[in-house]
Nanobody
Framework: QVQLVESGGGLVQPGGSLRLSCAAS????????MGWYRQAPGKQRELVAQ???????NYADAVKGRFTISRDNAKNTVYLQMNSLKPEDTAVYYC????????????WGQGTQVTVPS
């Protein structure tokens, strides 16, 4: 059974920073792509950033230059460093990973709330 557990969300003032973490655990053979999505109230879930096993990254235009995604393969963990936070970054942030246990599957974390008041 594979699980993704997120941490690091919270309330931060505009211009502040937060670091999200997502650790994968279980019967993991290999992890390909890991990433972060977010969903604001009344909106669809959207991609924030992704990183492949070869450290190729891509970002949503709204976060380029402010957010940085990284991963520690030894710990099966992906991070999202969020700087210069804005009220429009307020959302539930979900970790996503493509993992092989008995087969390749996409897994989701439970979500962590990030709130940036206006």
């Amino acid at each position: 059974q594979v699980q993704l557990v997120e941490s690091g969300g919270g309330l931060v003032q505009p211009g502040g920073s937060l670091r999200l973490s997502c650790a994968a655990s279980g019967s993991i053979v290999s992890i390909h792509r890991m990433g972060w999505y977010r969903q604001a109230p009344g909106k669809q879930r959207e991609l924030v950033a992704q990183i492949t096993s070869g450290d190729v990254t891509n970002y949503a235009d709204a976060v380029k230059g402010r957010f940085t995604i990284s991963r520690d393969n030894a710990k099966n963990t992906v991070y999202l460093q969020m700087n210069s936070l804005k009220p429009e970054d307020t959302a539930v942030y979900y970790c996503n990973a493509r993992i092989r246990d008995t087969m390749w599957r996409a897994y989701w974390g439970q979500g962590t709330q990030v709130t940036v008041p206006s």
